[in-house]
Structures are given as C-alpha cells and as structure tokens.
C-alpha cells in the first residue's frame, strides 16, 4: 500500500482529515523548512525531533515547517501504524505528520506543486557524515535543475543547512556551541563523580576525526569525558578497557546517547541488559553504570544549534533569491 492510501486509511481510523491535510498541502506558498531527520521508531524518542521542529517553528513563524525521515525501514514502520488503530490509541502524543511522513525528496516535490518557493532543507544530523553529504547532494542536484525558461525551474532558491557539528573550516566554532549545550551533562557527570561516557554513532566516513576534537573541548570543562562510536573506532569495548586502564578515572560513568533521538541504539546498544551493551560491558569491568536517557533534540541548546544553521543558510538562500528578482 503506498504512502497516499496508508495516509487515507489513517483519515478513516483517527477522523482527522484536516489535521492531515494541514500536516501536508498549504497552497500559501509561503517559504518552507524541511527539517531531514534519520527518524525514528521508538515512541519516546519522537519528542526529541518534534521539540527541535517546535522551536524552529517559533524562531521561523513565517515558514511552513514540515518534517522529512531518510531511513525506508523508519518511514514504513510509521505507515504501517498509520492502519493500527490499537497502536494510535496506545499512543494519543503522536501527531499526524509522523505516520505518514515521506522522505526528502516525496516532502520537496509536495512542497514544489505550488510552484518555486523559497526552500530551506535542514540537517538534523550530528555530523557531516554519509546521511548528510546524501542529502547535501540531492539538495544541490535539485537546485542545479535547469528548465528552459527561469519561470519553470521547480527548485530555484533552496540550500542545506549544516549538521550540528557544522563543516569545514566553521567547525570549531560549533564544536565550542556544542559543548555548552553539553555542559550541564558534564555537571550532572561531575556531581555523581562519574566519568560521561557519549555513545555517537558514527560510520567509515572521513567525518570520525570529529568525534576526538570533540572529545578534546569536552574535556576542557570536565576531564572524565568520553566518546566512543557504535560502528567506527572508538567502539564501546575501546572506551570501556581505556577506562578501566586508568587508574585515576571514576569507578562510575553515566552513559548517554551523542544522537538526536535515544531510539533503538541508546535503548539496547548503550543501556540494554544483552551482554554486550555498553552498560553490561561496564558493569563487567566493574564500573558503577547510570544511564541518561533524553536525546540531544530534547536538549534545547543543542536544537538551537541547528537554529543558528538554518539562519545562517537563510542568508545566503535569500540573497540568492534577491539577485534573481533583481535580474
């Protein structure tokens, strides 16, 4: 059943036709912003990414704000339950947008019926790794589409905003945004005299290095701080054999998720009772274990991290528009 018919089947169960029609199709062709999420399955973790489009929302009145997830697999667990009408009753907090949200491309070309508006795509990625460079390249494919005559150009002012932990030569400005929006981690960490351990995700891309000069302006404000990754070294076994190695650090650490949602990787890779998460690795090697259990995006000083990028890229989108107008 495709995303449209899921969509009509949840109209019928929830009777919430103007809710949804509301969540997709407003023909005021007002600017918009795309907020481009991985996205995610788990229930609790969903107002992480809603806080961050709550506040986009309030900082961006002038804009339609509408939400798009990267993962195939996320987006068709949602549709799915889009037709489950025991699982929505389970779950009044959900809003209509989540079960029957597309992807970037299917939430642009909605976007782009109207005709050629203003465009405003936001990572909500950590950092420039593969999920991001995917989707700063669709974006400029999209902008680099040429028609025949400028009047017919579907995508003629959008850009990307960087992920949180910015890219480039910018990067140590918001490695700098970032630790004080984890600063109050750090003092949780600090109080309980454990050592922070952050659980990112990481991948092969050449973006790891990240993570270590992350680790080192972390440290600046408290020394018992690590990251480790899930799929790229550090691996949760490197941090946990560094620590105990060290005969200075804290016997007990507080583990928390370095991702937008804590979804399914915080909830078993980090703090699950399988033998070979995180926390059980930890409580093998003797370590006291808590576990913090809020992703970055209920966290508000990192949301407005990606405030600051999408005002940023409005800048720079907007001059566009202006010298095209000019022309």
Known sequence: MNRMLVCAAMLAVLGSALQVAAAYDRPDRKPAIVLAAFGTTEVGAVKSILNIKNRVEAAFPDYD???????????????????????????????????????????????????????????????????????????????????????????????????????????????????????????????????????????EHLNQAVFGKLETTLRKHYPATSIGTVEAAPLGEDVVEALRADADAPRRVLLAPMMVVAGDHTLNDMAGDDDDSWASLFRAAGFEVDCHLEGLGSND???????????ALEMQVQAQKSADEGK
């Open 65 to 203: 704000v509408r939400l798009a997830f990267t993962s195939n697999i996320i987006r068709g667990i949602w549709h799915e339950r889009a037709r489950d009408a025991a699982f929505q009753a389970e779950n009044p907090g959900i809003p209509a947008e989540v079960y029957c949200v597309g992807n970037v491309l299917s939430t642009l070309a909605r976007l782009q019926e109207d005709g050629g508006r203003l465009i405003l795509v936001q990572s909500l990625h950590v950092t420039d790794g593969e999920e991001y460079n995917d989707l700063a390249s669709l974006v400029a494919t999209l902008g680099g589409y040429k028609t025949a005559k400028a009047a017919r150009q579907p995508f003629p002012w959008i850009g990307v905003g960087e992920p949180a932990l910015g890219v480039g030569d910018g990067q140590d400005a918001y490695l700098n945004r970032a630790a004080q929006a984890l600063t109050p981690l750090m003092d949780k960490a600090k109080s309980a005299n454990a050592a922070l351990v952050l659980m990112a995700h990481g991948n």
């Open 301 to 311: 000083n990192w949301a407005d991290i990606y405030i600051e990028h999408l005002k």
